[in-house]
C-alpha cells in the first residue's frame, strides 16, 4: 500500500493522534513490512518506500529466499555453454564472444563482482581502463572494440535474468565515437582491384559487389544453393542463403550477368560441393580471404577503410543511388530492420524529380479513364429511367 500517517493514542492526554512522520506497510512473499520512513514529505517517504521493496526483492534484507548471484567469473562458465549451444551452428560468433567474455574477465573488480551487484559506476570505471589501454598495433583502443565488449556484458546479464538469477539489468551505456566505415569502392577502382586479387578472392569479391553476400555467406556457398538456368519468364539465375547472422539473412538473391558467367566458370573446375572450396575439401575460411584482400589493398595503397565488407556495402550503395527503395535493400541485403536499409537511400532532387513526373503521368492516367466511367453509368441511368 501507499505510504501513510499512522494514527496513535497519546498516553498522557489518551487523545487520537496522527503521526508526523510517514510510514510504509506492504506484503511481499506472506510477510508484512511495516516501518516508519522518518521523514514528513510524502514524496521521499515513497521513494523510501521504493527502495525498501528493492531491497527485499534483492535479497539484500527481510526473508527473500533467493540465492545469492555467482560473481561474473562463476557465471561466465554457464554462458559460454549457453552460447554454445544457442551458436553452435556458427563457429565464429562462439569465438567471437569467447574472446570478449576474456577481456571483461581481465578486470578484476568486474570478474570478482556478483551479477546483482554490477551497476553503472563499475561497468563506467572499465570503461575508462579499457579506454586507456592500447590495442594489439599499439595504438589507443578503438570505441568500437570497447563497445563489443560492454554488448557481451548486456548480453550475458540479460540471459541471467531471463533465467532469474538476477532480477534486473543495469544501463549499459556504449562509448562514443565509434567509427563507421563507410568506404565504396568506385566504378573506376573496381577493376584494378579485382585484376590485383588472387583467386579465390578475385571471384568471391566479385560476387559479393554484385549480390551484396556477406563474406561468410560467400565463403560456405554451396553449389547447391546456386541456380544458374534461368526461368521462364526471368532474366536472371539466383543463389540462395540458407544461413547467416539472423533470420533475415535466409533469402534469394538474383545474379548479374557477370557474377552468372563467373559461376559457370568454376563449376566447370568444381570438385567439392562449395563455390569457394579450401584445399581440405572444406569452405574457404573468411579469414583467409580477409588476408588476401589486405595484403591488395595495401599493394594499391588504397585506405586503411576499405574492409572485405566494404565490398557489400559498396554494392548496397550503388542499389540506392540505382533508385532501389529501403524495403528492395533491406530484402536483398537481409538486414534485420528497414532503419539499416535506408541509410543507404538518399534520392538526389532528379530523384525526387522523376517521382513527380510518376505521379503526373498516373493522376492523369486516372483521370482520362474515371470521366468515362461516370458518363457511361450516367447514360445507363438515363435510358433506364426513360424506359
Sequence with gaps: MAVYRPKYRDPATKELKQSAVYWYDFIRDGQRYRESTDVENKRQAEAIETAAKNNIARGEVGIAKRKPAPTLAVYSKTFERDIETLKGDRPATVIFYKEKLRRLLEFEPLANCRLDRIDEGLIASYSETRKRQLSRYG???????????????????????????????????????????????????????????????????????????????????????VTLKVSQGKRYGYLQVRRGKSATSIRTVSL???????????????????????????????????????????????????????????????LGEAGADAFTIKEIAGHSSIVISQRYVHPSPEHRERAFERLEDYNRAAGKKSPTKVITKAKRMAVAKSS
Design 139 to 225: 595504438r589507443a583502443m578503438a570505441p568500437a572494440s570497447v563497445n563489443r565488449e560492454l554488448a557481451t556484458l548486456r548480453r550475458l546479464l540479460r540471459r541471467a535474468k531471463d533465467l532469474k538469477v538476477i532480477i534486473d539489468v543495469p544501463k549499459i551505456e556504449l562509448l562514443g565515437g565509434e567509427r563507421r566505415r563507410d568506404f565504396v569502392l568506385a566504378h573506376d577502382a573496381e577493376k584494378p582491384y579485382l585484376d590485383a586479387c588472387p583467386q579465390p578472392l578475385k571471384d568471391a569479391a566479385l560476387l559479393m559487389l554484385d549480390t551484396a553476400l556477406r563474406s561468410g555467406e560467400a565463403s560456405a556457398l554451396e553449389w547447391r544453393d
Design 256 to 318: 548479374t550477368d557477370r557474377v552468372s558467367r563467373m559461376l559457370m566458370d568454376r563449376k566447370k573446375a568444381a570438385e567439392t560441393f562449395y563455390v569457394f572450396p579450401a584445399r581440405g575439401g572444406g569452405p574457404v575460411p573468411g579469414t583467409w580471404l580477409d588476408r588476401q584482400h589486405d595484403g591488395v589493398r595495401r599493394a594499391l595503397k588504397l585506405p586503411a577503410d576499405f574492409v572485405l565488407h566494404s565490398l557489400r556495402h559498396s554494392m548496397l550503395t550503388r
